[in-house]
C-alpha cells in the first residue's frame, strides 16, 4: 500500500471527526458520530487496499527492481517446480534462480492451481510473470505479454497400450493404438482446465464434422495427474505437450504417446500487457541464456534424462506428490513441538546441515543429522551423533539452550528465533561482537536483518573486528548471513509443499 495515500487518508479521518464531533448533524449523540466515524474508515481502508491492488498491477521492472524481489506464478509439477529429498528442483524453479541471478533480485514463487488462476493471478498484480510452459496462442496474447518461445513441442494424445502388451507384438499394439485423430469422433477426452488442448480437440471436432467430448478437470488437477489417471485405467485419453508425455511415459511404461494431435507450437513464459519493460528485460537475459550450453543442461536434465524422472517419481520423499521431506519428518516433528517451532524451519535448518544424511561429517568434525560437534554432541545428550533420533535430540536441546540465552537479550520471540539460527552456525560469541558493532553505529543490536546482520558481515574487516568492543576477532561473516538466508527460502519453499 502506499503510505503517502494512508497519512492523506488518516487526515481526512481526523479531520472528520472534528466536524462531526463540532456540528453533530441532525443532532447525533456521541455514540452515533463515533459509530458513522469508524464506518468511513472501514470504507476509506478498503478503497486504499483496493488501489494498492491496483497499482500493483501496474508495476513494470523499475518498481520489481526497487522492492529487490521478482514475484513468480508456477504450477506444482514433477518438472517445473518440486521438491526432492529436501531440495527445490524444476526446470522453472531453476531457470527463475538463473534469472534472479542475472538480475541481481531474490525470486518469490507462488503456487497457482491451474492455469487460469496463473493468468488471474498475474493480471490482479499477484505475481510478475507467470514462469511455465504456456503454449502461445492468439486468445491468450489477448491478456498476456509472452516472452520470446524458450520452447517448441505439439500436443499429443496419452492412451493406454493393451493390458497384455508385453506379450505381444509391435504391430498388434499399433493395431489397438489411435493413429488418426478422427477416430476420436464420439470418445471422451479428459484435458487440464484452462489449457490450449481444449480449444485443439474443439477446432478438431470441428475438422472432423464429428464431436469429440472434452472435459476439463477439476481445477488442481495437472496434466500430470490426468496423465497418471490414464496409465491407472481411470480416464481413456488425455492430451499432453509431447515433451512431458515422452519423460511420463519412462515411468509409466503401459502409455501410448506417438500419435500427434497438433502441428508444432511455441511455448513461453508470460507477464502482464501493462509490463513491457520487464518483458524486454526477460527477453534480453533469455537470447544470452539460449546462447550457453547451461540453458540446454537444465532442459535435458528434466526432460530428456528418464532414468532420473523414474527415480525422483517413485521416491517416497516427494512432499508434492504425496511423500515425505524426509526419512525423519516423524521426528523433526517431534523435536518441533518441543522448541516452538514449524517443523518446517527445523527441517530445512537440518537440511542445511546435513542434506539429511545421517552419517553426514564436516572437515572440521562435525557429525550427524545435526552436524554437531563431538563435545556438543555429549553435552546436549547424543553419545553416538550418527544416530539420528539421537542427533535430533541433542540438536533440539541445543536450541533451547541457545533460545532461553537470547531470551535475555531479545524479548520479540520471532526474531529472536533468527538469532537462535545464526549462533547454531556461527556461535553466540561472534553475534554478540556484531550486536556490539550495531549499536556502536546507531543500528539496532536487536534485530537481525538490516542490522545486525550488516555488521555480521563487517566480521571480517580488519577495520571493525580489531575494535575494543569486538570479544571474538574475525569472522566470515558471509556464512551466517547466508546460512540464515538459505534456511529461510528452503523453509518458504517447504511451506508449499508440505503442512
Not at 92 to 98: D, G, R, T
Not at 122 to 137: H, P
Not at 187 to 194: L, P, Q
Not at 269 to 278: E, N
Request: aromatic share 12%.
Amino acid at each position: 500500500m502506499d503510505y503517502g495515500g494512508q497519512n492523506t487518508f488518516i487526515w481526512h479521518l481526523n479531520i472528520l471527526y472534528i466536524n462531526l464531533s463540532l456540528t453533530n448533524p441532525a443532532g447525533m449523540s456521541i455514540k452515533m458520530v463515533t459509530r458513522l466515524f469508524f464506518a468511513t474508515i472501514f470504507i476509506a481502508l478498503f478503497t486504499a487496499c483496493g488501489l494498492g491492488r491496483k497499482d500493483r498491477a501496474k508495476e513494470d521492472f523499475p518498481e520489481i527492481k526497487e522492492r529487490g524481489k521478482l514475484v513468480a506464478i508456477t504450477s506444482y509439477s514433477p518438472l517445473s517446480y518440486f521438491i526432492y529429498r529436501g531440495e527445490p528442483m524444476g526446470y522453472e524453479y531453476e531457470l527463475l534462480q538463473m534469472l534472479g541471478e542475472h538480475l541481481e533480485l531474490d525470486v518469490e514463487i507462488k503456487l497457482a492451481r491451474d492455469l487460469e488462476e496463473m493468468k488471474n493471478m498475474l493480471i490482479r498484480g499477484e505475481g510478475d510473470l507467470i514462469a511455465y510452459g504456456l503454449t502461445i496462442t492468439t486468445e491468450r496474447r489477448k491478456r498476456l505479454a509472452f516472452t520470446e518461445p524458450m520452447n517448441i513441442t505439439r500436443q499429443v494424445l496419452v492412451q493406454r497400450k493393451p493390458d497384455n502388451w508385453r506379450q505381444m507384438r509391435l504391430h498388434e499394439i499399433e493395431a489397438m493404438m489411435i493413429r488418426n485423430p478422427f477416430e476420436l469422433a464420439g470418445d471422451t477426452v479428459h484435458v487440464r482446465r484452462g489449457s490450449a488442448y481444449t480449444s485443439r480437440l474443439n477446432n478438431l471436432s470441428l475438422e472432423i464434422g464429428e464431436p469429440i467430448i472434452v472435459v476439463e478437470a477439476a481445477g488442481e488437477l495437472t496434466t500430470e495427474d490426468l496423465i497418471h489417471r490414464v496409465a491407472n485405467d481411470s480416464i481413456k485419453f488425455t492430451v499432453a505437450d509431447e515433451n512431458i508425455a515422452l519423460i511420463q511415459s519412462a515411468y509409466y511404461q503401459n502409455l501410448d504417446v506417438e500419435t500427434p494431435l497438433s502441428l508444432p507450437q511455441q511455448t513461453a513464459w508470460a507477464v502482464r500487457l501493462t509490463s513491457p519493460m520487464l518483458l524486454d528485460t526477460i527477453n534480453a537475459w533469455l537470447r544470452e541464456a539460449q546462447n550457453h550450453a547451461d540453458y540446454y543442461v537444465i532442459y535435458n536434465k528434466y526432460y530428456k534424462n528418464r532414468q532420473a524422472f523414474r527415480s525422483r517419481y517413485a521416491s517416497e520423499f516427494n512432499p508434492g506428490a504425496g511423500g515425505d521431506l524426509s526419512p525423519w519428518d516423524d521426528l523433526i516433528k517431534e523435536g518441533a513441538d518441543i522448541l516452538g517451532w514449524d517443523w518446517r524451519l527445523l527441517a530445512a535448518l537440518m537440511y542445511r546441515e546435513s542434506r539429511f544424511n545421517p552419517r553426514a561429517q564436516s572437515w572440521a568434525g562435525a557429525r550427524g543429522l545435526m552436524q554437531l560437534m563431538p563435545r556438543t554432541a555429549r553435552e546436549f545428550g547424543a553419545s553416538n551423533p550418527f544416530d539420528p533420533e539421537q542427533s535430533i535430540k541433542a540438536g533440539v536441546n541445543f536450541l533451547l539452550w541457545l533460545d532461553n540465552y537470547w531470551a535475555e537479550h531479545i524479548e520479540d520471540p520471532e526474531e529472536r528465533q533468527k538469532f537462535v539460527i545464526v549462533s547454531y552456525n556461527v556461535g553466540q560469541g561472534h553475534l554478540q561482537d556484531a550486536r556490539r558493532l550495531a549499536e556502536a553505529f546507531g543500528a539496532n543490536p536487536n534485530v537481525w536483518e538490516d542490522n545486525v546482520e550488516r555488521f555480521m558481515l563487517k566480521k571480517s574487516s580488519p577495520e571493525y573486528y580489531n575494535l575494543d568492543m569486538v570479544s571474538f576477532g574475525y569472522a566470515s561473516g558471509i556464512e551466517p548471513v547466508n546460512y540464515i538466508r538459505t534456511i529461510n527460502e528452503l523453509y518458504e519453499h517447504y511451506k508449499i509443499f508440505s503442512e
